[in-house]
């Protein structure tokens, strides 16, 4: 059982290029979410998404994409990237049932130079 | 006003300190009272969490919630280097939908050996 992975780890962007950030996991969540975090700030929600097919926009979504086509998968696509979304990016999911927990990717560390 | 404010620190304490960290918040809707610790460079992991007023104890950790002054603190009793993260504050249940959560921006703690 490995959780949440992300991949990759590191990536140095040029501005105006485009990735995608990949997220999976394999505890069968309906829920999955994608954060960004900067330095001294909280992790903003960027896309969230409560079962495959669905998603919708956080609070920070300008500049980005999201898909769910499997429940396990939720990848998140960078288009034309600026060095505004230098950041570290955090994938999470949450079963959507009882539990409150959201279990958390390592994440992926993102400049855009 | 910020939703969710945390001391921002850095909070450098001796090995077998108490530990007090706070926050707190704005919106009276809040229900959950959640901290999630992050160890560098690592993704976040819930630690605790609270419903509505009053206090639970996990081990050496305290979490302590008081809706009427929406003020939320954390007690680390005997504090060790292994406790050395950065603390996130993290309310949740105010309407919306798939368990969004809203961050604090964290206080770093290092305990010293």
């Known amino acids: 059982n490995a959780g949440v992975t992300q991949t990759p780890k590191f990536r140095i962007l040029k501005i105006g290029q485009s990735m995608t950030l990949q997220c999976a996991q394999d505890m069968n969540h309906n829920y999955m979410y994608w954060y960004r975090q900067d330095p001294g700030m909280g992790l903003k929600l960027i896309y969230y998404?409560?079962?495959?097919?669905?998603?919708d926009k956080g609070e920070v979504p300008n500049g980005y994409n999201v898909s769910r086509s499997t429940t396990e998968d939720f990848p998140l696509r960078l288009e034309l990237a600026a060095p505004s979304q230098t950041s570290v990016y955090f994938c999470?999911?949450?079963?959507?049932?009882?539990?409150?927990?959201?279990?958390f990717g390592p994440g992926t560390r993102l400049t855009v130079t | 006003q910020k939703e969710v404010e945390q001391d921002p620190g850095p909070l450098s304490v001796p090995e077998g300190a108490i530990v007090s960290l706070n926050c707190t918040y704005s919106?009276?809707?809040?229900?959950?009272f959640m901290w999630y610790r992050q160890y560098s460079r690592k993704g976040p992991e819930l630690l605790m969490y609270t419903y509505s007023s009053g206090n639970k104890e996990d081990g050496r950790f305290t979490a302590q919630v008081d809706k009427s002054s929406k003020y939320i603190s954390l007690f680390i009793r005997d504090s060790q280097p292994s406790d050395s993260a950065t603390y996130l504050c993290?309310?949740?249940?105010?309407?919306?939908?798939?368990?969004?959560?809203?961050f604090g921006s964290g206080t770093q703690l290092t305990v010293l050996p």
């Open positions: 999470a999911s949450n079963s959507g049932l009882a539990g409150r927990e959201q279990y």
């Open positions: 919106n009276s809707a809040f229900q959950y």
């Open positions: 998404s409560v079962g495959a097919g669905i998603t």
């Open positions: 993290v309310p949740e249940g105010a309407g919306g939908s798939a368990r969004q959560l809203t």
